[in-house]
């Protein structure tokens, strides 16, 4: 099953980039019909979602606040409902799930509508689930069913949607040069392509599979900005398929405790 689904990978996000292509590049349309009259008015955002879907948002931070120049929290659903957060009504929430279903998400939206939340935007896979109907925007990822525990093609699905919504959003604030969106949207048309040069890299990759990580229990991911929450997902997509077990940390940690645990068994990515 795990094959097949990433095999589907450029398909996949080939249909998501369709998406924004057919809205006729960054468009406040591809949220919904009145988005641009929401997204106009937003003065930060806020990320609410877990597991995998935590790590695209945790992606989507650097390229909201680089991008747009909004301010961006991420936070895991779970912790936000179970606080006392402070409220900024002028921010947009934005709930992911591959599913729409997550009790966590769909809970913390709850609790963020109840502080006077109105803003807000749910990315997900499945249409008609409750987290999408609970919100007042919405995109679809277009990924198609997910086989797999592990959410492969949501993941990379969720990322194009939060790029997509990081220029669309400097788009409206003034802050996107003609020439700057261009490249962004032919980079996007190159993106399906280059996932399956990657793909093409699995006979290599099985491999080092078999020399460096088959006999290991354990194994670190380190990334450094944009990169240290695909490190986490690395972790996570590694404990989820193989019951290895993977822990990730920031690039510039490494050298404040973890490298104590570096040695010969110890496969670092």
Known sequence: FMQKEIHEQPRAIGDTIEAVID????SA????????????????????ACGTSFYSG?????????ISGLPCNVEI???YRYRTAVANPKHLVVTISQSGETLDTMEALKYAKSLGHEHTLSICNVPESAIPRASR????????????VASTKAFTTQLVGLFALAVTLAKLKGRLPELQEAEYLEALRHLP????????LEPQVKGWADR???AKEHALFLGRGVHFPIAMEGALKLKEISYIHAEAYPAGELKHGPLALVDDQMPVV
């Open 23 to 26: 809205a006729g590049g960054f």
């Open 29 to 48: 349309e591809l949220f919904g019909k009145d988005a641009a009259d929401v997204l106009a008015d937003v003065e930060g955002v806020q990320i609410l």
């Open 58 to 66: 945790s992606v989507a931070r650097y390229w909201i606040e680089a």
């Open 77 to 79: 659903a779970s912790e």
């Open 137 to 148: 925007l919405v995109f679809y990822t277009r990924a198609g069913a997910e086989i797999g």
């Open 193 to 200: 392509g280059s996932v399956q040069h990657a793909l093409n």
């Open 212 to 214: 460096h990580f088959a």
